[in-house]
């Protein structure tokens, strides 16, 4: 088969790979029909995921049909549309029995907080991942869902993380009727965070980034207050005053620590912008709230050298709430949005490319060309 591989920081291409197999009885075969590429990707290619090994095939948001599966599924059959989680989870561990799917026990022996996560290195367990034209799929009666043969696949396809992490994003912010929320970064899952804080009684949401053109998607697209923070001498300020200098109810950090940056930025945090491996948005959140607030946080954290400014966050009496996201533990309440008409997961795609084009569709997200925010992947594509 085709699939990704990653080569080293800043390189990836397509290779020839053997086919997956069936390795366990209750695995599946999936052909991918689409998959996409996520802001968290960008984590790996930019080589700041410790154990990210040549060759390992990334892509966590995947859709497609079952090709094969083992003896033991009973859920699924050869020829069935399946939408597919990025948590890779068991359905019966400690954490699982609670809804806690990315923090299942069972499904990776490298760590101790992280589940499994297809594509993410061998820190998250090792799973090749999607961007691929077939991919193998652990615990295929817990994990895979039929998609609904109304929802459109792009839409599908989007649900497997990006979707599903913005509205849990919103979820942990524990919005009550009339709050404000303020939304640091305007990628794919903070538009959806933002969408979503509408959907739970926001009063207004605010949203902050400094490219243009995600910007006017949040406009339009999540009907949110934008700011530029290059505009301002201190961004934190400005959000002080907009809100009576008392800050904002809610703050939900969808940046993470920024897939970019150099090293020396990495280690001194010495450009004070949002940069990679530094909590720069989430200092921005606990400055920028009111006392007694709630940040919500499901950016992608790894390893930083820069301080979080917790002690500021306990005089502030704030409470942070924070996880990957347990994906399917939102699905239902999602596809109800999504057929009611409330989400429209697909408004947010701008480039769709062939899988043999993929490491031009990383150049082009990693650097923000042409107005990319979300890239799906065709594996199958002529």
Same mark, same amino acid.
């Given at each position: 088969?085709?699939?990704?591989?990653?080569?080293?920081?800043?390189?990836?291409?397509?290779?020839?790979?053997?086919?997956?197999?069936?390795?366990?009885?209750?695995?599946?075969?999936?052909?991918?029909?689409?998959?996409?590429?996520?802001?968290?990707?960008?984590?790996?290619?930019?080589?700041?995921?410790?154990? +990210?090994?040549?060759?390992?095939?990334?892509?966590?948001?995947?859709?497609?049909?079952?090709?094969?599966?083992?003896?033991? $599924?009973?859920?699924?059959?050869?020829?069935?549309?399946?939408?597919?989680?990025?948590?890779?989870?068991?359905?019966?561990?400690?954490?699982?029995?609670?809804?806690? !799917?990315?923090?299942?026990?069972?499904?990776?022996?490298?760590? +101790?907080?992280?589940?499994?996560? %297809?594509?993410?290195?061998?820190?998250?367990?090792?799973?090749?991942? =999607?961007?691929?034209?077939?991919?193998?799929?652990?615990?295929?009666?817990?994990?895979?869902?039929?998609?609904?043969?109304?929802?459109?696949?792009?839409?599908?396809?989007?649900?497997?993380?990006? /979707?599903?992490?913005?509205?849990?994003?919103?979820?942990?912010?524990?919005? $009550?009727?009339?709050?404000?929320?303020?939304?640091?970064?305007?990628?794919?899952?903070?538009?959806?965070?933002?969408?979503?804080?509408?959907?739970?009684?926001?009063?207004?949401?605010?949203?902050?980034?400094?490219?243009?053109?995600?910007?006017?998607?949040?406009?339009?697209?999540?009907?949110?207050?934008? %700011?530029?923070?290059?505009?301002?001498?201190?961004?934190? $300020?400005?959000?002080?005053?907009? +809100?009576?200098?008392?800050?904002?109810?809610?703050?939900?950090?969808?940046?993470?620590?920024?897939?970019?940056?150099?090293?020396?930025?990495?280690?001194?945090?010495?450009?004070?912008?949002?940069?990679?491996?530094?909590?720069?948005?989430?200092?921005?959140?606990?400055?920028?709230?009111?006392? =007694?607030?709630?940040?919500?946080?499901?950016?992608?954290?790894?390893?930083?050298?820069?301080? /979080?400014?917790?002690?500021?966050?306990?005089?502030?009496?704030?409470?942070?709430?924070?996880?990957?996201?347990?994906?399917?533990?939102?699905?239902?309440?999602?596809?109800?949005? /999504?057929?009611? =008409?409330?989400? +429209?997961?697909?408004?947010?795609?701008?480039?769709?490319?062939?899988?043999?084009?993929?490491?031009?569709? !990383?150049?082009?997200?990693?650097?923000?060309?042409?107005?990319?925010?979300?890239? $799906? /992947?065709?594996?199958?594509?002529?």
């Amino acid at each position: 088969m085709r699939a990704m591989a990653y080569r080293g920081p800043y390189k990836v291409r397509v290779e020839n790979k053997d086919m997956p197999r069936i390795e366990h009885p209750n695995d599946a075969i999936i052909k991918v029909t689409m998959a996409s590429i996520c802001g968290s990707d960008l984590h790996l290619y930019h080589g700041l995921m410790p154990d +990210t090994r040549v060759g390992h095939t990334l892509g966590h948001e995947f859709i497609g049909v079952v090709h094969e599966v083992g003896p033991s $599924v009973q859920t699924l059959k050869p020829g069935d549309r399946v939408m597919v989680p990025f948590n890779i989870f068991c359905g019966s561990c400690f954490y699982c029995a609670r809804g806690l !799917y990315s923090n299942c026990h069972n499904v990776n022996a490298n760590a +101790t907080a992280a589940g499994g996560i %297809y594509g993410y290195s061998h820190t998250c367990g090792g799973y090749d991942g =999607g961007q691929a034209q077939f991919v193998r799929v652990p615990f295929a009666d817990v994990g895979p869902s039929l998609i609904p043969d109304w929802m459109a696949e792009e839409d599908a396809l989007l649900l497997t993380d990006a /979707v599903a992490t913005g509205y849990f994003g919103a979820q942990l912010g524990d919005i $009550v009727e009339g709050d404000t929320v303020v939304v640091f970064g305007a990628g794919p899952i903070g538009l959806f965070a933002a969408q979503s804080s509408w959907l739970m009684g926001a009063g207004r949401v605010i949203v902050v980034d400094h490219l243009d053109d995600r910007l006017e998607k949040a406009r339009t697209m999540a009907h949110a207050e934008t %700011y530029n923070f290059n505009e301002y001498d201190d961004i934190v $300020v400005h959000l002080k005053k907009i +809100t009576d200098h008392y800050g904002a109810d809610v703050a939900i950090d969808a940046v993470g620590a920024e897939a970019d940056g150099n090293f020396l930025q990495h280690v001194t945090s010495a450009k004070l912008k949002l940069q990679g491996g530094s909590p720069i948005a989430l200092n921005w959140a606990i400055d920028s709230v009111r006392k =007694g607030a709630t940040i919500s946080v499901m950016g992608a954290y790894g390893p930083m050298f820069s301080a /979080v400014k917790f002690g500021d966050a306990l005089n502030k009496g704030l409470t942070l709430r924070m996880n990957q996201c347990p994906v399917k533990r939102q699905w239902p309440r999602l596809f109800e949005h /999504v057929r009611n =008409g409330h989400l +429209t997961p697909s408004e947010i795609i701008t480039h769709r490319i062939p899988l043999e084009h993929i490491a031009e569709g !990383y150049h082009i997200f990693s650097s923000k060309l042409d107005g990319c925010i979300k890239t $799906v /992947v065709l594996p199958h594509a002529d």
